[in-house]
């Protein structure tokens, strides 16, 4: 079982390039998040999703965006990359949302130079 | 100014010692979570607290809900340097729908 994993662990993309962070889980889960983490600001929610097909945004969604056209996956897009975005990304599930009990992936760290 | 200011930010301590941390807010919540973050992984829950003034313990970690359900703290007795990692709290404001808010989180690490 293993859990919430997410491809790649590593990226470095210059200003403008686009990429596709993907996470995959296999609890069965219904409700997916990508949160950024940044030091001194926690982490800080960007899109989340409650089903297969279905997608919100979070606090912090513009330049990203998002599908989730599998359950048990959860893919997030930089269309044009910036400097901003430079982060570490983490992905969550859990069963039944509302803060209920989320569990992370070990993390993508994204450099943009 | 975010929702939850945690303090103190960065916290260094040898094997052994005690220590508190602290999750401070202004609003109230229905529910608050704490989860440690080791290094190079994502956060692990540790605990939920709901109710006013409710005290859970997990081992050597004690965690308080304040009375007002706007503040919360967790204690670490003997500290080891297997707990060393960022503490972060999160809670799921009334509004919110599905999105939890995390503080900012403390690094605490504790040398041998």
């Known amino acids: 079982n293993a859990g919430v994993t997410q491809t790649p662990k590593f990226r470095v993309l210059k200003t403008g390039q686009s990429m596709t962070l993907l996470c995959a889980q296999d609890m069965n889960h219904e409700y997916m998040y990508w949160y950024r983490q940044d030091p001194g600001m926690g982490l800080r929610l960007i899109h989340y999703?409650?089903?297969?097909?279905?997608?919100a945004k979070g606090e912090v969604p513009d330049g990203y965006n998002v599908s989730r056209l599998k359950k048990q996956n959860f893919l997030l897009g930089l269309e044009s990359a910036a400097p901003s975005q430079t982060s570490v990304y983490f992905c969550?599930?859990?069963?039944?949302?509302?803060?209920?009990?989320?569990?992370f992936g070990p993390g993508t760290r994204l450099t943009v130079t | 100014t975010q929702l939850l200011e945690q303090s103190p930010q960065f916290l260094s301590i040898q094997e052994g010692e005690n220590l508190t941390v602290y999750c401070n807010s202004s609003s109230v919540f229905s529910s608050l979570q704490w989860y440690r973050q080791e290094p190079g992984e994502g956060p692990v829950l540790l605990v939920t607290?709901?109710?006013?003034?409710e005290v859970k313990k997990l081992k050597r970690l004690t965690f308080q809900f304040g009375d007002a359900r706007k503040d919360s703290s967790l204690h670490i007795t003997a500290a080891q340097p297997g707990d060393t990692g960022l503490y972060l709290c999160a809670v799921l404001p009334y509004n919110a729908g599905n999105m939890l808010t995390f503080g900012g989180g403390t690094r605490l690490m504790v040398k041998p």
């Open positions: 969550a599930s859990d069963r039944q949302g509302r803060g209920y009990e989320q569990y």
């Open positions: 607290v709901v109710t006013g003034g």
């Open positions: 999703s409650v089903g297969e097909g279905t997608t």
